[in-house]
């Protein structure tokens, strides 16, 4: 006996005040897949959870996002859409906040102009959830902001982060925000006090599981090494949208971030690189390394390259020595004059 037909459901559809129905083939325009705000990492209107031990960098980090996104440059090495961010800081006050990103601003070369596309509450004590949420809402006009970073958000669980009940109402109300408000919610968070001994790094994040369970991206901060006044960092990411992305390592000195390249980044899937280019690669990279170092405390040592590109120090030697412009001195300090054109 054959089985019957069904009828489709492309016309069937309804709508209530909490849900929308209707067929996967005739979905609502607003369902529509969302522009991106940080490529290969998160879509506009979708949270994101940045966490990390205290004293690593955290907020610098955020502040690094903050003028990528107002310029539309790149984070951590991701390319970000152009728009307005606005900080909700319990930590600093304005003009702390206004004259890091300033720095920021300054140490990388990239206009002024672009700090008017930053707003700032600045909040001393811990604050009532739906009392803030309720206040942005009313407001500000949707889409005015394409994100909206909260640092910390433990100073939103009045009641404990550990209690599931209160990250749930928080989360909620900050799920509200970013839907009424279409813009991404960025949180920074603290891991726990073992948090790098966890090998998943959802694990590693302090209170309930539920403050990571929620969040379309988590990016999450270890730190590596403190040495010569520069911090070496790990990134780990959980990416819900997105193919994952393989850890990696930044080094941070002052208002600089510099992003350790991938060892095996440069190989390619053919075998018609040269050993010319690999060369030239790695000339690029010892360059970078070097200014990087030279504008952290001006002078450059073969060991600090050797920690930072993760090689032997003859094969530093060999690179320095066959780069243009590069000389070393028996006590193993590097100078680079950039060659005449």
Not at 6 to 28: A, G, H, Q, R, W
Not at 71 to 88: D, H, M, P, R, T
Not at 119 to 138: E, F
Not at 163 to 185: F, G, P, W, Y
């Amino acid at each position: 006996m054959k089985e019957p037909i069904p009828k489709d459901v492309s016309d069937f559809t309804f709508e209530t005040d909490d849900f929308t129905l209707s067929c996967i083939t005739n979905m609502p325009k607003q369902e529509e897949m969302p522009p991106i705000l940080i490529e290969n990492i998160l879509y506009k209107n979708h949270s994101m959870l940045f966490y990390g031990p205290s004293k690593s960098c955290k907020s610098f980090l955020l502040l690094m996002l903050t003028v990528a996104i107002i310029s539309g440059g790149e984070w951590l090495g991701f390319k970000c859409s152009c728009g307005n961010v606005l900080i909700i800081e319990f930590e600093n006050g304005q003009a702390m906040t206004y004259e890091r990103i300033k720095a920021i601003i300054k140490e990388n070369n990239i206009d002024e102009k672009y700090l008017s596309r930053v707003s700032v509450i600045t909040l001393k004590k811990r604050a009532d959830i739906n009392t803030l949420v309720d206040g942005l809402i009313k407001n500000i006009p949707p889409e005015k902001y394409s994100a909206i970073i909260i640092d910390p958000v433990y100073k939103l669980l009045s009641g404990g982060e550990s209690q599931a009940e209160i990250v749930d109402a928080v989360l909620s109300k900050i799920e509200e925000l970013s839907k009424k408000l279409k813009t991404s919610v960025i949180l920074c968070h603290h891991t726990k006090k073992e948090g790098q001994t966890y090998q998943n790094i959802i694990d590693r994040i302090s209170g309930s599981g539920l403050i990571g369970r929620d969040m379309a991206a988590l990016i999450g901060i270890s730190s590596v090494s403190k040495k010569d006044d520069y911090k070496r960092e790990r990134i780990e990411m959980e990416l819900r949208h997105f193919p994952q992305q393989p850890p990696f390592y930044i080094n941070i000195s002052g208002s600089s971030c510099f992003v350790e390249k991938n060892k095996d980044s440069s190989k390619t899937n053919t075998a018609s690189t040269s050993a010319k280019d690999d060369c030239s690669e790695k000339s690029k990279d010892l360059i970078r390394f070097y200014n990087f170092l030279n504008n952290m405390n001006g002078t450059v040592k073969i060991s600090q390259l050797e920690e930072l590109m993760q090689l032997s120090k003859n094969t530093i030697k060999t690179y320095i020595d066959n780069t243009p412009g590069f000389t070393r001195d028996n006590k193993g300090v590097v100078t680079y004059t950039e060659p005449e054109k």
